[in-house]
Nanobody, 125 residues
Framework: DVQLQAFGGGLVQAGGPLRLSCAAS????????IGWFRQAPGKEREGVSC????????YQTDFVEGRFTSSSDLAKSTVYPQMNSLKPEDTAVYYC??????????????????WGQGTQVTVSS
């Protein structure tokens, strides 16, 4: 079965960085992109970043310019989104997700078929 587990959330001061982790298993990374989403109370789920592997190369997409990127340790089957210059409005539950097969990176939740449980990130002012 496809399994995803997100961890690394917590309390961080505004302006600081935070690295989250997503451990993924049960599928070939070349076949599915790994995306990060967040959802704050009363708001729609928002794409944050994405990473995929194809033909021995890694590709990452940041959907929030200059502040959210993603990297991967393929040997550990782990994805590491890096969050920089955090603001209180970044407070949300953050989810990692595996895309539909061969869908590539997308900012839209409809393009992902498996979801982790989410981890809470709280940015203090």
């Amino acid at each position: 079965d496809v399994q995803l587990q997100a961890f690394g959330g917590g309390l961080v001061q505004a302006g600081g960085p935070l690295r989250l982790s997503c451990a993924a298993s049960g599928f070939t990374f070349d076949d599915r992109a790994i995306g990060w989403f967040r959802q704050a109370p009363g708001k729609e789920r928002e794409g944050v970043s994405c990473i995929r592997s194809s033909l021995g190369k890694l590709y990452q997409t940041d959907f929030v310019e200059g502040r959210f990127t993603s990297s991967s340790d393929l040997a550990k089957s782990t994805v590491y989104p890096q969050m920089n210059s955090l603001k209180p409005e970044d407070t949300a539950v953050y989810y990692c997700a595996a895309s539909l097969p061969y869908s590539g990176c997308s900012r839209y939740s409809r393009d992902y078929s498996y979801w982790g449980q989410g981890t809470q990130v709280t940015v203090s002012s």
